[in-house]
């Protein structure tokens, strides 16, 4: 079984500042990808970043990067510099191989920018 | 390259009618999910397509729910008939099997509400 914890309903963020979006994920399969999706109020479901489970190096994708803590089962989104066009329902997910890439969501976490 | 398209995108109908979704996912992609979001909730897996075979269908309500993708290509969702609790959004997606992380796109969605 899979499941995916975002314990933040809501953050706030001044333009410009860094955030960080919190998520757990806890699976019984050995190999599994983590994902960040940002869902805008037109309901578009984007992909921000991805995490290979078996890569020790997280990844960045230019002002976002995640923190992937296996061992503790942590997966953070940091923001940095936010901009207005950043605030958004922000859904952590992972998928096993095992699965064969059936993706588990958490609740999400919607993020204002304040300007 | 054109993404996910769905129709339509907002459905009003009363208790008890038939309601169909319809889903054209990225050309080329064999890979077909329907998700269900509630407000407020993260996205939830419906159905999954690899061409036109449903290969998870565990978590559809067969009682009312059915869903086909004849051709291998686009995909339909009907309800029959509609509950109150019906109304979310139902998503669809797409993704390659190149993609080595299962990468999904996703479609706008289609807002239904059941009064």
């Known amino acids: 079984a899979q499941t995916v914890t975002q314990s933040q309903p809501e953050m706030s963020v001044q333009e410009a500042e860094t955030v960080t979006l919190s998520c757990t994920y806890d699976t019984s399969e050995s190999d599994y990808y983590l994902f960040w999706y940002k869902q805008p109020p037109s309901r578009q479901m984007i992909l921000v970043i991805r995490q290979e489970a078996y890569k020790q190096q997280n990844a960045t994708e230019n002002r976002f990067s995640v923190n992937f803590q296996k061992a503790a089962k942590s997966f953070s989104l940091k923001i940095s510099d936010s901009q207005l066009g950043d605030a958004a329902m922000y859904f952590c997910?992972?998928?096993?191989?095992?699965?064969?890439?059936?993706?588990?969501f958490g609740k999400g976490t919607k993020l204002s920018v304040k300007p | 390259e054109a993404g996910v398209v769905q129709s339509p995108r907002y459905k009003i109908i009363e208790k008890k009618q038939p309601v169909a979704f319809w889903c054209n996912p990225i050309s080329g992609h064999n890979t077909l999910y329907w998700y269900l979001q509630n407000l407020g909730q993260g996205p939830e897996l419906l159905i999954r397509?690899?061409?036109?075979?449903?290969?998870?269908d565990s978590q559809l309500p067969k009682d009312r729910f059915s869903a086909e993708r004849l051709k291998g290509v686009d995909s339909t969702l009907k309800i029959q008939p509609a509950e109150l609790g019906d109304s979310a959004v139902y998503l669809c997606?797409?993704?390659?099997?190149?993609?080595?992380?299962?990468?999904?796109?996703f479609g706008p969605g289609t807002r239904l509400t059941v009064l």
């Open positions: 997910a992972g998928g096993g191989i095992e699965s064969q890439g059936n993706l588990i």
């Open positions: 397509y690899e061409n036109e075979e449903a290969v998870d």
């Open positions: 997606a797409s993704s390659s099997r190149d993609s080595p992380y299962n990468e999904q796109f």
